[in-house]
């Protein structure tokens, strides 16, 4: 049996983050020692039903356990998403909860003793949308981001005292490693002329 439901589809999408974000490096023998808050905004372009690309600011602090370090850093990131399900608003076959997983390139800007420094980074992470309403979604995500090259482990923002290269050994790429847990509000725009799609039963 086949039938046709209508869809839905706003193009675009904006919202808003806050959470908690953290920090692995030399002054995190504890992930839970080095938590504060996150909180940004993204910008996604929908192509599909499971397909978007998004750009997305978050700024957070790396703080250290027990020195006295507390420096701001602002992550900047495109990703590519994927839902799991074909998530949309329909009047048959309705997706209202999808999980999704994105990854891509982003980089980090922050201060040190020789001033502003960027760092560039691998994004990737999973999450969990909610689109409780034609136009709006609550979206549940999970970021962690890999700092690469030498200026990646110097997200302490002290050369002198943190140097590249000292390091925990328990992070193998040898870099500071930055993550967001973060709840999401999101509105959608720039809705596409309706049209059909096809359901098989």
Not at 170 to 175: D, E, G, I, S, T
Request: glycine share 8%; charged share 20%.
């Amino acid at each position: 049996m086949c039938a046709q439901a209508q869809v839905n589809m706003y193009s675009m999408e904006f919202g808003a983050h806050a959470g908690a974000g953290y920090y692995v490096g030399e002054l995190a023998p504890h992930v839970f020692m080095t938590t504060t808050e996150a909180y940004g905004a993204h910008l996604r372009y929908k192509m599909n039903d499971r397909w978007a690309l998004k750009i997305q600011g978050i700024r957070q602090r790396v703080i250290g356990s027990k020195e006295d370090v507390n420096n701001p850093i602002w992550n900047t990131d495109i990703t590519a998403d994927f839902n799991f399900f074909d998530f949309g608003q329909r009047d048959f076959d309705i997706y209202q909860v999808s999980p999704f997983i994105f990854a891509g390139i982003g980089c980090s800007i922050f201060k040190t003793t020789d001033g502003p420094t960027a760092s560039p980074y691998i994004p990737f992470g999973v999450g969990l949308k909610w689109k409780f309403h034609d136009r709006m979604q609550l979206q549940l995500a999970w970021q962690h981001n890999a700092h690469i090259l030498w200026n990646g482990d110097c997200l302490e923002g002290d050369k002198q005292r943190y140097p590249t290269g000292q390091k925990d050994k328990r992070n193998f790429l040898n870099n500071d490693l930055t993550s967001s847990f973060t709840l999401c509000l999101v509105v959608e725009f720039a809705k596409h002329h309706c049209g059909n799609k096809n359901i098989d039963y």
